[in-house]
């Protein structure tokens, strides 16, 4: 029984990681301004970049960071997007969703000569527990930058009102895109983590709307780093679930028990809203 | 000047896809030239290939429907791909068991396509109007309970008999939607969706229901302030949109596949935001931009069997179409107001 | 004056697309001046202080500052989740390595604040402050910076009579240390009573110039019009009956909040709702059109009484404003018998209404098919005004009907206020502008912290006690 526990939470910690790391780019990007629907996209382009560059180099660490680096990429198109060119948010992530997963699609075809998913490549191994604290080292990194430093009251104002912040001399549209940018990167760690960490390829559609839940995360967490994290752990704890469930729970089948996670994001947007309040700007375009 | 402006979006749309295509085709060792002949070859080059040409525009174009009429209320239903699927899964369902006459039993079922995906939207729609309940999230998880709940339901109690994949047992052939184009697949599914296009051209531009919809989405506050009921507004919006996708849902069922398969949609719900936004949430426009869509989602497949360019490198372009086109009409609106 | 001036503008102009803004202004502040910028709206007063900011380019001219320029702006620039001395020093932040050194950050808006007269509690949630006080904040900001120039956009528009009072002894004193102050205010008394110099402006060029010691606000009102003050219409016997009653209203929450209020406006008067914003009229407002839940009792002579509403907010509450004026004339009407035939909107109706409205508000249009985004504000209000009248309702509800619109737009709305009182409306009329109230209204109300402090015949009107009411002075 203990053993069950331990191995219960040990699985919620490793699958709340990859959302996490989503989740606190969701945050810095509301914090900012920016709706960022794209994390589920910044991180299939992560994770699959992450395999690519494992494969070439056989060095999965350079793989994690050309992840990170790909997400940040995908970031920064969706943030010149939302402030150059004033494109609707929610419109500019859904195109960039299409565009990561159609481009690792893409991509899988090109080099490994197969649609579905990659060949196996050199992955972290038990490193990745590491990647697992790292993730909670971040959120309370996120929440003294956001709180304590000159950067963070920024962030802060921009996504509350950003013509306040243009009338103290800092261009809100620079601060957004960088908030933007950031976001991917850790979108991009997020999937680097399940592709390298967790596993050892590439698939198509394994972000299985990852990137959707950290942003319900984000929300249920009140656009506070720890809150996010939090929420994230929660919706771990039913992803893996399923996982500890199989087999000893008859009556629901398996394809039923995946969607748990999907519902209990459903249930916790309905739980909370309308007791929280979004940062004002949030979703506007300057 | 204003000229221009029409143009130039459409235009440039097209442009852009020849160009970005070009690259796609090159980057995968085909010469531009040969791609496109492929393309058009598998979309235009017969009875057979026009035919499926039209049958990925009909599929397109429910859903981008349904999005259209949400977008225009002022609500982004990125949910069309999980009600398309919940109103094919009720359509193939029911549609295994059913005992009635032929022409009744086609219009009971795609009602029940209309029930599920309406159903589906729903829910989205209920969370709102009762919790504020962001629709965006909502509509996206509902997306994936949808896709599990079927699966779970067609490789259970809903699995055909003689079924080798997750799909329920076939239609009876009376119900099969009657062939509108001798030689190829398409149904006459597609006219359902002209007809529903005539429909959404009305609504949006005669009726109060229209009205009061675009009122809710253009300023929900001065909409308030006339008295139009927004939470109402906001789960029957959600509603007929999937609705609308939930009969497309049920036309590829009793239209093409006479089963119900939970691989039925390639992404239909997705793309059909991009199909929504290049139509300029227009129903007439949107079936135009379906009908290219369409071209680009049958001669893709064609593309990559025959000039070994993966046919994935379509969806890339299509988000960066809809990067780029990206609802001129919001961003317009928008940014005027916040400027007076 | 000998001295140098601290902020000198030649040869300005600036168009945008169909419209000269500003046309070729030229304009010298000196240190230790208080100078007034007036004209109505549209006449690019805005336009110009953006320019001398240094927010908006000029398409010609020189700007030259001997120092940094600040601006105050009429709405505020603020952040209302962070607290007072995040929002002064927000982008000037101090620092401890990595970190705000909020040790030093918070001495430095105390010291700020000491040495301009300004009381304020650093660590204050600024969306929990008085419109007064984020004034103060917003002040604090700009003073931190030591402007050699500050320019004031409507400074004064939601303060108190008394704090009209001590924000100008602010003013003066920054004068007096050498600051040049500019004004941007269409308060023309104001200007008579504090400022130095004035500059009036016109349809983008400055018209008059002159010494606040040796002019009247007559003058000042001559030159902003170009010519003599548009009238409004008479005002004619009517026989009050009973209408609207309000009894024991309580409703809303918080500042806004309104408590026990009662007050009756009769067929065939206006009555006038005076009060500082922010003291229960939006509250009030709502309450009547219907927007919010209420405790106590709001009812109208005879149940299937017409209301029609004239928003406070234009642009975001009356007008959908991608959408023609014909569109926009439906809005509010779409269930109406007559618009509405079955589910279907009448549009040969919706026309016809347009037509009207558009005759007797005299829009100034190329088309009705027109978005009303395309209008002046003077304009879109007259449609917004147009439907609120054209149903003959028995009770208007008019919320500043003139705000932010030019004289003679103001001149005719308020002319059609006023016949539709002859014709035997209710008029309630809440308005931040006394002089509108004492112009039009038959009876006048005082509003204070949601509740009637005062109430006054048209007969026996004493504009001081008025003021000192709005105030919260019981002593009236």
Known sequence: MIELVLSLALLTLIKATPLIYAALGGVISERSGVINIGLEGMMAIGAFTAVIISYATRQPMLGLLAGVAAGALAGYVLGVAATRFKVDQIVAGTGINLICAGGAAYGLVLIFNQPGASAQVPALGHHYLVLVVLAFIAALALHWLLARTPWGLRVRACGENPAALASAGIDPLAMRLTAVTISGALAGLGGAFLSLGELNLYSDGMTAGRGFIALAAVIFGRWNPIGATLACVVFGLFEALQYVLQGRISWLPADAMQALPYIAALVALAGITGKVRAPASDGVPY | MKLRRTLAGPLGAIILLVVLMSLAMIVAGTSPLDGFAALFQGALGGTSQIGETLVATSALLFPALGIALAFRGGLFNIGAEGQLLIGALFAGAVGAQLHLPGWLGMIVLLALGALGGGLWGAIAGWMKARFNANEIIATLMLNFVAAYLSLALVNGPLRGPLATGAETAWLDQRYWLPTLLPGSRLSIGILVALAFALVLYWVFTRTVFGYKLRAAGDAPEAARRAGIDIGRITWISLALSGAIAGVGGATIVTGELHRFNTQLSPGYGFIGIAVALVGDLQPLWICLAAFGFGILEAGGLAMQASAQVPKDAIHVIEGLIILVLAARRYVAARTETAAV | MIARPALTLRGIRKSYPGVVAVDDVDLDLYPGEIHALVGENGAGKSTLSAIAFGETRADAGSVEASGTVGLVHQHFELVGRLRVWENVLLGREPRRGWRIDETAAHERVRAVAERNGLAIDPDALVEGLPIGVQQRVELLRELDREPSVLLLDEPTAALAPAEIAAFFATVQRLAQRGTAVMIVTHKLQEVIAYATRVSVMRHGTIVA???????????????????????????EATQPTPCLTIEALCAGAGETRIEGLHLEVRAGEIVGIAGVEGNGQSTLADA????????????????????????????????????????????????????????????????????????????????????????????????????????????????????????????????????????????????????????????????YRGAIVGDFERSNVDRAAIGRLMAGLSNA
């Open chain 3, 209 to 235: 110039r002159m010494e606040t010691a040796t002019t009247s606000v007559d003058a000042i009102a001559r030159a902003m019009v170009g010519g003599d003050l548009p009238g409004v219409a008479a005002r």
């Open chain 3, 288 to 447: 009547v059109a219907g927007m919010i839940g209420y405790d106590g009792r709001i009812a109208f002579a005879h149940p299937r009484a017409t209301l029609g509403v004239i928003p406070q907010d234009r642009q975001r509450e009356a007008l959908v404003m991608p959408w023609s004026i014909v569109e926009n004339v439906v809005l509010g009407r779409q269930d109406r018998p007559g618009i509405r035939r079955g589910v279907v909107i009448d549009r040969a109706h919706a026309l016809a209404d347009a037509q009207r409205i558009k005759e007797r508000f005299d829009v100034r249009t190329p088309s009705l098919d027109v978005p009303v985004r395309t209008l002046s504000g003077g304009n879109q209000q007259k449609v917004v005004v147009g439907r609120a009248l054209i149903d003959s309702p028995d009770v208007v509800l008019a919320y500043n009907p003139t705000r932010g619109i030019d004289v003679g737009a103001a001149a005719l709305v308020q002319s059609r206020l006023m016949e539709a009182r002859n014709r035997g409306a209710a008029v309630l009329l809440i308005s931040f502008e006394l002089d509108e109230i004492l112009a039009l209204a038959d009876r006048i109300a005082v509003m």
